[in-house]
């Protein structure tokens, strides 16, 4: 049975939209048809646009809501929550790429315009949708009692990892317009946790970036945090740790950093109980196809085992697209709807202030 077919536009044609949505979207032309892009780079969006035989180019992404026939659009900004909350408004289902905005002004917003527009609202957690992790997330809501967590993402800078794509990027864009997006950006992460040091800031950017991965896959595993406990920034904001309590007994100890000359990538999350443990461990999401891995370590027949899993080479992002593209034909609540992105958000502002004292 042929799939209904979504008409998207891409806001955002850089990175993350030439390694992963693009390539992906081809793929799955079946369920997908793309018929428009936006990028401030007037350059990189007719060159992308011409690569992949797109139709309709826009550098404003106001333009493409009022005049491309879409259905959805998928948001690769820098800075998403303002395309995704002219999207919503427009009417256009919306996927948009983590984090989904800098405060939790913007995210009300955004949510806000969702339900009122009632539109699929769903932000582009990747992790959440890989086989592996569905298979670490179901074994560990199945220990019993877990008192310890330990969540950790320390990395070497993706550039390390991209060397084999081959990237579009033209320098044309205005430098009134690349000037105003960065003051916009200083203004809303000022918003989240106000006037601070220099690395303070630098260490809320990189979670905003980098932890919103690990905050989605301890949500989707174990649940939110009732609190932070404490939390530490040093190396000039590029450390960051934090202790987060559950109820009753159950701990969780994060920690996240870069690797400025290595290229490693080191994110697992482990969850401890009394008689098993459950570890899923996550490759670089830029090796297209590598398997997370999850090992449980317990106790059978008075020996000790670790079962090692590798559950599938399907490719997390496309995953995600297929879900997307199920939840609007469907009617469906995706399983990362923008509340929670919102509460993750949250966390994450939580660290950054308890860090400040």
């Known amino acids: 049975m042929s799939q209904p077919k979504v008409r998207v536009g891409l806001i955002g044609t850089g990175m993350i939209a030439q390694t992963m949505h693009l390539p992906h979207l081809r793929e799955l032309s079946d369920r997908f048809e793309v018929a428009a892009l936006c990028d401030i780079s007037p350059g990189t969006v007719r060159a992308v646009a011409a690569k992949y035989g797109i139709p309709q180019t826009y550098t404003d992404h106001r333009d493409m809501l009022d005049k491309a026939d879409l259905d959805a659009v998928l ?41 009122a527009s009632g539109i699929v609202g769903m932000v582009a957690y990747h992790k959440r949708y890989d086989p592996g992790y569905r298979i670490g ?90 609190r932070v406990i404490a939390a530490d920034i040093w190396d000039n904001g590029l450390g960051i740790a934090a202790m987060f309590a559950y109820p009753g007994d159950l701990r969780c100890m994060f920690y996240t950093g870069i690797m400025p000359k290595l290229r490693k990538f080191d994110e697992s999350l482990t969850v401890y109980s009394g008689d098993r443990v459950v570890s899923i461990q996550f490759p670089s999401p830029f090796l297209k196809n590598a398997p997370t891995v999850v090992e449980e370590w317990r106790m059978e027949g008075g020996a000790y085992q670790e079962v090692r899993t590798e559950a599938s080479y399907l490719e997390a992002f496309k995953e995600e697209l297929i879900h997307f593209h199920t939840c609007i034909v469907e009617g469906k609540t995706p399983d990362t709807p923008l509340e929670e992105g919102r509460e993750d958000i949250a966390t994450l502002i939580e660290i950054a202030k308890k860090a400040v004292g």
């Open 75 to 115: 948001v690769l900004t820098p800075n998403h929550a303002r395309p995704a909350i002219d999207a919503a408004r427009a009417g256009k289902h919306v996927l948009v790429e983590k984090p989904m905005c800098n405060n939790l002004a913007e995210a009300d917003e955004l949510i806000d315009t969702a339900r």
């Open 137 to 226: 997330q179901a074994a560990i809501r199945t220990l019993e009692r877990p008192h310890l967590i330990d969540l950790h993402d320390v990395i070497g800078p993706n550039d390390m990892f991209l060397a084999h794509y081959d990237l579009i990027r033209v320098d044309d864009v205005d430098r009134a317009v690349l000037q105003h997006a960065q003051q916009e950006q200083v203004a809303s992460l000022q918003v989240a946790i106000g006037q601070q040091p220099e690395s303070i800031m630098r260490a809320y950017g990189l979670m905003l970036g980098l932890s919103t991965h690990d905050m989605t896959i301890l949500h989707g595993a174990v649940g939110l945090p009732e």
